[in-house]
């Protein structure tokens, strides 16, 4: 295996002006970079991570931290958008990621010793729950960190976050119903201890209202953004309010549940109840019939989160940036 020692050679320079070309820890000219470069190139050099960590003191790793079970993980489809996005922005910063999940006290707070335990240089936090405990031990031990999502509970001020608009998507989802003739409309809402359930519930209430409508806690059912709990969601609607005519689930694998439950009654979609979900994802398009579905740029979300992460570790910015990606309604078949 080559060394620092050889391509200092081949390429004519110090170990040290290739420590610095490596590292990117002081200013180098083009050229010189240039024929560190090329030297790395052709002998294949691979520089010791545990020898830069002591440099630099960083591990050049993150961990994205994903508040939720496993199961949920691989079954949600918003997960893997992020995880792309991820994936991609740390690999060209020249970084990895460790992935984590659990919700758990136990879990929890094996997860938080190890972050603080200078294994990773800053933490991507996503599904966050009301009142999580991670993000003040985070503050505690002084690692860094950014929200997937608009914390709830927390001043926006202080903490920096990319999130989804997802009150607009609500309200254009609410808005599409509206327009398509439909008034005995339902929502199955997300969970209201975060704050995608919180908002686009949200957006659903706000267009309703802006057409006159009145806002009907009987048409309104709760699940977790799964597959199985909008099947309870949709049966409680049915049972509560026969004569629905539309539903906004608040997740494509929701609005997936809400379709086959509607079917298995004898309704047809959209003839007899039109449906909506959220997410876009392959769910959507698949679904039969295919869903119109509000599209939220995950990959965008996931990018933005590790670019965020990755400036404040590098020192590019030291105070809080929030960001807000916006969303717009993909039209299909079912409503």
């Known amino acids: 295996m080559a060394t620092m020692k050889d391509v200092a050679r081949l390429a004519g320079v110090s170990t040290s002006t290739v420590s610095h070309v490596i590292n990117k820890d002081r200013f180098v000219s083009e050229a010189i970079t240039a024929k560190v470069e090329a030297a790395i190139k052709e002998l294949n050099y691979v520089p010791n991570r545990a020898a830069r960590t002591l440099v630099t003191r960083r591990t050049d790793t993150v961990a994205l931290v ?13 997960y893997a958008g992020i995880v792309l996005g991820v ?5 060209e910063r020249g970084f990895q990621f460790v992935l984590a999940t659990g919700r758990s006290g136990i879990e929890h707070e094996r997860l938080g010793g190890y ?11 996503l599904s966050l729950h009301r009142d999580d405990p991670l993000p003040q031990m ?4 002084g690692v860094p960190y950014v929200y997937g999502g608009r914390p709830l509970g927390v001043p926006e001020e202080q903490v920096s976050y990319v999130d989804i608009d997802n009150i607009g998507g609500g ?12 008034r005995r409309i339902a929502t199955i809402a997300g969970p209201q201890d975060m704050v995608a359930g919180v908002e686009r519930l949200q957006g659903y209430r706000e267009a309703l209202l802006a057409a006159g409508m009145e806002y009907d806690e009987t048409l309104v059912s709760y ?3 799964t597959y199985d709990s909008g099947v309870a969601a949709m049966r409680e609607l049915l049972d509560r309010a026969p004569d629905v005519d539309a539903v906004f689930a608040a997740s494509d694998l929701m609005g997936l549940a809400a379709l086959r439950v509607l079917r298995a009654s004898g309704r047809r979609v959209p003839e007899d109840v039109a449906v909506v979900g959220y997410d876009d ?9 295919p869903m119109t579905s509000v599209n939220q740029p995950t990959e965008l979300m996931g990018r933005e989160m590790a670019r965020l992460l990755v400036d404040r570790i590098t020192g590019e910015t030291t105070e809080p940036v929030r960001l807000v990606l916006e969303t717009h309604l993909m039209v299909r078949e079912s409503g």
């Open 281 to 289: 994802s392959t769910v959507a398009e698949h679904a039969e019939p």
């Open 115 to 125: 972050l603080a335990g200078q294994h990773v240089d800053g933490v991507l936090l």
């Open 138 to 141: 985070l503050d505690e031990a």
């Open 223 to 225: 699940g977790d953004f």
């Open 171 to 182: 309200r254009q989802a609410t808005q599409r119903l509206i327009e398509t003739g439909h």
């Open 66 to 78: 994903v508040s939720e079970n496993n199961q949920k993980l691989f079954a949600e489809p918003f």
């Open 87 to 91: 994936g991609v922005a740390l690999s």
